[in-house]
């Protein structure tokens, strides 16, 4: 299959997720935070599609398993919608993965936070 229509499937999904979600009546996803869809990768037969998913929900411990199962437990109604929205004649199987590279990002920046605060101490003592 060509590339380009890939693309322009994959972004007609990553489009159409986000609104998907918010309707999902599972208490595990509605429980989750707020839910954004980073990238989507579908397979070139359409058979499947990869969605990979970042959570933010500030203070609250996300249990990743939960919601992996609340999404599984709903895949069937996504599909359907998407299918409805995205106007495709077979709709691909839905793989959910958790992105943890925003948790990463900012692991990161407090680390680097942290070591200019203290070259900066180290740099008044001297």
Known sequence: MAKNRLDRINEEILHALPSILRTVKDPRVQNAGMISVTHVDTAGDLAQCKVYLSVFNPGVELNKKELTQGLKSCSGYIRKELAAQVKLR?????????????????????????????????GSDV
């Open 90 to 122: 077979v709709a691909p199987e839905i793989i959910f993965i958790l992105d943890d590279s925003l948790d990463r990002g900012a692991k990161i920046i407090n680390l680097i936070q942290t070591t200019i605060a203290s070259d900066q101490e180290k």
